[in-house]
């Protein structure tokens, strides 16, 4: 009787250092992490690791305009993007970040399936990041227009007419494909709107300034003050109904 009792003492340890053994496989070394953190979590991981790989996945023309100290330039819309990160160590961490944080978002999860275990996407992108103040790499491109100042925004609202401002860039997917509609909508309703368009590439000071770090964004104005704000993408008949003119 003894026996039979040490022996199934002894195959019950075996059974939980056996369960142990699988739960800790789990949480170890082949978990894989694909997260979106925010720039003060961004900034602190390129700190706590040296090693870890920073990629600037916009243009070489967004890039040279100021970038993050350190980082690669791998243009996510180039056919060379893939084998550029399949040059990348895939056991070390990699950051990556974008103007706004949607082409950024789709390059670290085509990192995450090609076996990449620990990517991660500034939420926001450099928009974001230049808002709350962090140091750019000014890079080495020529000088550009720093756009419309907020004085000359202003004297554009100064009309009796309604104006719908419309933050874009030229690389927005969202941006491109509401622009015909857009279009449309401000030659129909002409008579009482005005369409404003605001390249956010080209007004980086006007955006920071507004502190607009994301995109699209559209903004409606009546006599100089905002009525009706939208972020993300929205059709025609949604803005119709929300706009109300």
Known sequence: MKKIIFLS??????????????????????KV???TISVNEFDGKLHENAKSQLIDVRTPEEFSQGHLKGAL??????????????SLDKTKAVLVYCLSGGRSSSAAELLKQKGFTEVYNMQGGIMKWEATNMPIDKGTASAVSNGLSMDDFNKALKTEKFVLVDYNAKWCKPCKKMAPMLGAFSEKNSEKLILLKID???NKNLLKEKKIDRLPVLELYKDGKVVWRHEGEIDEA???KEIKL
């Open 9 to 30: 003492i002894v195959m019950f340890g075996i059974s939980v250092a056996s369960c142990q053994n699988q739960g800790g496989n789990s949480t170890g070394t082949d």
């Open 33 to 35: 992490i694909n997260a």
């Open 73 to 86: 330039n791998f243009n996510i819309n180039s056919g060379e993007f893939e084998t550029q990160i399949n």
């Open 200 to 202: 956010a590439d080209e």
């Open 238 to 240: 949604a803005l119709i």
